[in-house]
Structures are given as C-alpha cells and as structure tokens.
C-alpha cells in the first residue's frame, strides 16, 4: 500500500499565502492524475484543482488567479499554491492521486489524510 503524506496548512490571514505539499509514502510505478479537494464545515468536498501527468491542469472557478497547482513527477509530490486567501478558503484540504503501485496493476485513487487551512483575521 501507499500512503499521500500531506503538509503545509495552517492559520493564515485574509491577504495571505500557504503552500501545500503532497508526497507519496514509498516509490511508485506511475501516477496520473494528482489534485487537491476540500471541505468546508458543514459543506460537501469540492474540487479545488487537478493537474495531468503532462501538466495539464484545472481550477474551480473560486479559486482561479489565486491557487496554483504543480508537481514533480521525479519525487512523486503535488503542491497547492495558495495567494489571496480569504476566510471562505478555510477547509480541510485533501490530496489524492490516481496510483499504479506496479506495471500491469490497475489504477486506484488514493487519498491523504487532510491537512486544515484557516482563513482568519
């Protein structure tokens, strides 16, 4: 198995600035897909950005202009960018990535474990 190991959250505030990390436990034959999600109190998980193996990536129309998604597929490791924070980004913020362990194997989502993001004065 394999675990997406999250960091960078926190309290920030409004204005603000925080980069989310994202890195696979152990040595991987292939990941496609990788992105983050979040959920707000009392709200459902909603996408926040994806990113292609190819670098081809996607945002929410909430947080276009100001979160920006990479990775690098040499330390199997995805980031979220996040500038202009404002109280409605508080959530939990999830990785997950589209996970091959070894060739020929079928390709599975895997989830972190969360990271909080506080948007406060």
């Known amino acids: 198995q394999v675990q997406l190991l999250e960091s960078g959250g926190g309290l920030v505030q409004p204005g603000g600035s925080l980069r989310l990390s994202c890195a696979a436990s152990?040595?991987?034959?292939?990941?496609?897909?990788m992105g983050w999600y979040r959920q707000a109190p009392g709200k459902e998980r909603e996408l926040a950005a994806l990113i292609s193996s190819s670098g081809t990536s996607n945002y929410a129309e909430s947080v276009k202009g100001r979160f920006t998604i990479s990775r690098d597929n040499a330390i199997n490791t995805v980031y979220l960018q996040m500038n202009s924070l404002k109280p409605e980004d508080t959530a939990v913020y999830y990785c997950?990535?589209?996970?091959?362990?070894?060739?020929?194997?079928?390709?599975?989502?895997?989830w972190g474990q969360g990271t909080q993001v506080t948007v406060s004065s």
């Open positions: 997950t990535a589209e996970i091959g362990l070894r060739p020929g194997d079928v390709m599975d989502s895997y």
């Open positions: 152990r040595s991987i034959y292939r990941i496609n897909t």
